[in-house]
Every structure is written in structure tokens, then in C-alpha cells.
């Protein structure tokens, strides 16, 4: 590993320690085979003035809640050492009071919660102290003979202490097994199973001395346990399979998730070994990535959602054997999954909680597979995993404040989704928490959009072969599919029947038509096994009253409704309820060209701004407004909804 300290931007922290600290802080959240998501902790112990002019010594110790790799000064609490030292020395104490102890001896009420091995850091009689989940000293240590391969890497300039729970039994073991220790002669200490610290009176050096210790367990494994190159590719996705895997995984989590494969051909070749299904049931890299994934991972077999149930089954059975009788049930869903020869599987509600498990499936999967080149993973046993899973700081940092968002880990799919209508409704749904595939014909439609929560697709929908890989593509990027708005479509220019051009005619009807059927065939088999499944369908005013001129338009979206009642009717018995917008007028839209919308008022006698507002209300309809009524439609609010037409036209003399 290499050290990331530059001379250059050192000096100008100047000899302001909290800078220091932030800065190598900082250096180690770079590098995420030291910390993942939030792991590992830093602190300094400095000497500042308090409000009456006295000098008190202080520890700022990173705070609950803040990323090493993104963390400013804000982020680190101050507590006073003396009341940490004297915490220190108490025979016991539970880790709420000590919490609550560690907020009171805050100098300022306001900072993040102190870590909960702020009393660890404070004993350490060194300024700075640096702690990371090093994944190679951790692989080691989740080896048969990890202590002495660790010994025999380090020898007596490192102190090893076996596991214990984080918290204040950790700190009072540290307190107790380096009394009397000649602190100068160590540069770090181990945990085994969860990691390393290092310690210095300089910022440099602590940092230093981590990379150092940690690029002898790299050197160590990368002549024993080599990483292999990985060859493989993945086998073929059943994708049916993979919505329905989601679908009971939702079930068994009781919210919906997304389901994402990592397909790169290491987690393939890790997923495609014989003994996949046993060495990946051992255990966690590290107790706290229980939170994260739970103790193991789900292995996937021919019967997928029964590989849901034999797993929630066995969580129950693992809850059972450890539970001390106060405890309730967490939900027994899998957070990842290992699809034999298809590769690794994460389930979150969120893009983000997405990709948090997959970097540390990711971590877990390589350190497992070098463990067992140098004689065999060996974990922590379950009793410990649980005692982590169920303590109550460890569950405080999963519960978020705020309400959750009425689509969180659901999946949309937006046709005509560049501009207008569609692309408003896309904006709607992202902020109701979907995830969505966007199509469209138009190329820019690939960047429209925030990548983590949409998938945008170029996509000509008049191509039933384009439609079905847009579908799939849906299918395998967020695991299933639960939203349909069948929006795209085309205002040709006024044509009267006379005069009709066949091509005009044909256009109108294989885009306003053929082609929200054949999304339908390809989606519904999907959408039946998706989360209380709905279809919006964007069919328009000219329906209930048509205009002269517009006959291949309204024709086409007559029988676009007449398709939409009757897959009402063919769909409620799955739950799948499908509903019509008939919107007017929405003037922030691609069909709506100056040229359409002069000949569209002149047909009325109008100028182009009473054309505009030539409604009941005299309100400009916007794309918004249908774009917030057909996320509705897809929601709660219209669950006992199905088969129905709604207009948003601001009211409609012909209609109303
Ligand atoms: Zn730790």
C-alpha cells in the first residue's frame, strides 16, 4: 500500500494538529481497503482554552455518523481526556451510559457523537491514533492460525489482543493488557478479527506507521495467497427468475428493493466455485459489516424464491439460538446473495444502500477467497456476530430520521422520457424514491438523468426488438419492475381525412398505438411479478373530444385508451392496476413546436396565449401536473383504482 502523504499540501496545515488530523484522516478514507463506508476511526489530543481562560486537554475523536474520506473538522467531537481516562478505569459500565457520559464531557453540545471507541483512543497516551479495518490484516486474522501468522509478520512491535465486542469491554481490555506496557517500543496494536491501530505523537507517523503495517500483511499475502486473475464471464440471467428472487426478498424485508448483480468476472469466478456455498456461510470480514449484510451471505440454487425462504428460515433459526429473550427479530431478508456462475447479488432499498453492500461483499468476497488459499477462512463464531447484529449503538446507526419516500426501492420504467411529459415524469417519480429506466429515441437521454437512480436507454419504440432489450436491460441493472408510464409518443401535423398521407396515418398509429402494445407484452410478464404493479397510460384529450385535423392522432389514442380498458380488465386478477391520463394543452412539450401551436390556435380563431389557457380554469396545464397525477395514479392514493380516465386539461367545455 502506498502512502498517500504529500509534502506539498502538509506544509500548509501549518502546526494546526486538527488540520493534521483531518487531512490524514482524509488520506486513509481514500483507500478503501483500509475503511468501507464509515469503518474505522481517528482522533488527536491537543491542549485548548476553555471559556474561563483555562487549558484543558482534549480528544477530538471522529464522530458518529461523519466518512473518514469526506470528514472536515466539525466532524470530530471534543471530549475532555481526564473524564475519559477516569471512564476508563471504571470496573464496568454499559455502552448507553457511557455514551451519554462521552456527550456529557463534550466541550461543545453541539458536535456529532463521540465514537464508541473514543475511550480506547483517549488511553492510547499518543496525540494521534489512527484505527482502520485493514482488509489484509484482517484476512489474516480470519485465518485457522491468524495470531501467529500475525506474529510472525510483525513480530514484538505490534501488540495482538484476541476479539472482543467494541464499545467499553473493548477499551477496559486495552486499559487492562497495556498496563505497565513500554508504549514506545510498540507501533500498533491488532484486533483480531476487526483491526488495527496505529499510534504517534506526529500525524505523519501514525499515518505512516499504518501504511507500513499494513503493506507487511499485503507483502505477506501477496506471497502466500496471490490474487488470482479472474476469467470467468456470466452465465446467462434468467431474468424472470432474478424479479421473482427480488419480489420474495421484498417480502421477506417487508419494504421493496432493488436487486443488482455485480457481474465482473471476479465475482463470477467467486460465485462459480464448488464451494461457494459453504465458505461464504462462515461469517462477516469484520463483526461490524453485519449491519450491512447480515452474517451471511444467501446462496442462490435452481428454486429461487425458495432460496429466499431457506434463508429467512435459517435467520430465524440463527435469532432463535442466540436471543436472550428480550430481544425482537430484525427482518430476515438477505442483503446479498451469490448466484452460481452469475456473480454477486445486492439487495437494498436505495441505489446507495445498493452499492454500500456490494463494496463490502465486494471486500468480503476476495478476502475469503485468499483466506482459503492460506489455509482456510475462520471467522468469528456466530455468537459474537450476533452480540454485534443486536446491540443497540450498532442498530441506532441504521435508523434514519425523516419519513421514507412513498416509492423507495421500486422501479419505474418512462417512455418518451428526454423532454416534456415523460421527463417530467421521471423527475416525479425519482422524488417519490424510485428508481426508473428511461427511454427515448433521443441519445441524450443516456445522461439526462442522476446515474445511480436512472437508466436511460435510447430506444426507437416503433422496434418491438428495441423495446424487449430496453426491457431486459430494466430488468437486469435494478432487479424487476413495478411502474409502467407508457408515454412516448407523436402529434403529427394537421392532416384532414381527405386528404390523409398514409405514411402520416401509419406513423401516428404504430407510435401513439402499436407501440404502448408491445411494451405492454414485453413488460407484463414482469410487471406480474412485481410490488402492487401499475400501468399509466398517456392517451390525451382529443379522446373524449377530438379536433378536425387531428384524426390520425386522436384515432390512434382512441384505441390506445380502448387498449388500456381492456388490459385493465385482463390484469386485475395479478393486482395490476392500469389507468389513463388525458392531457390538454401541455405547452412545455417536444410535440408542441411554434409551428404546431400557431396552426393549432388558428384552427379556433385564437391567438396562441388564449390557445394556451383556452380552458375551464384558465390555467396553463404543465408537464408537472401530469407528471404529479400520473405518479399518483401509481400510488396509494389509487390502489382501489383501475380501468379509470382522468383528465388534466384545466377543464374542458366539450368533456365536462
Ligand atoms: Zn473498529
Redesign the pocket.
Known sequence: MKSLWDEQQAAELGDDLLAVRVYTSRLLGREPSLVLHG???TSVKARVENLFGEAESVLYVKGSGWDLASIEKPGFAPVRLDVLHKMARLESLNDSDMVNAQRAAMLDPNAPNPSV?AILHAIIPFAFVD?T?ADAVVTISNTADGEARLREIYGDDVLILPYIM?GFILARQVYEKTAGIDWSKLTGIVLMH??LFTFADDGQESYENMIDLVSKAEAFLNERAPVKPATSTSASINLKQLAAMRRCVSAARGVPVLAQLDSEADAVDFSARPDVAEIACRGPLTP?HVIRTKRIAMIVGDDAEASVSAFSEDYHSYFKRNHNGALTCLDPAPRWGLWPRRGALSFGTTPGECRIIADISRHTMQAIARAEALGGWKTLPETDIFELEYWELEQAKLKKGGTVPEFQGKIALVTGAASGIGAACVESLLARGAVVAALDINAAITTRFPAASVLGIVCDMTDPDAIRRAVEACIHRFGGLDIIVSNAGVFPASNRIEQMDADLWQQSMLLNLTSHQRLMQETIPYLKLGIDPAMVIIASKNVPAPGPGAAAYSAAKAGLTQLARVAALELGGDGIRVNVLHPNAVFDTAIWTDEVLQKRAASYGLSVQDYKTNNVLKREVRSTHVAELASAMAGNVFACTTGAQLPVDGGNERVV
Open positions: 469503518g474505522g476511526n471507541e484505527h479495518h467494541p476487526h483491526g461490524d
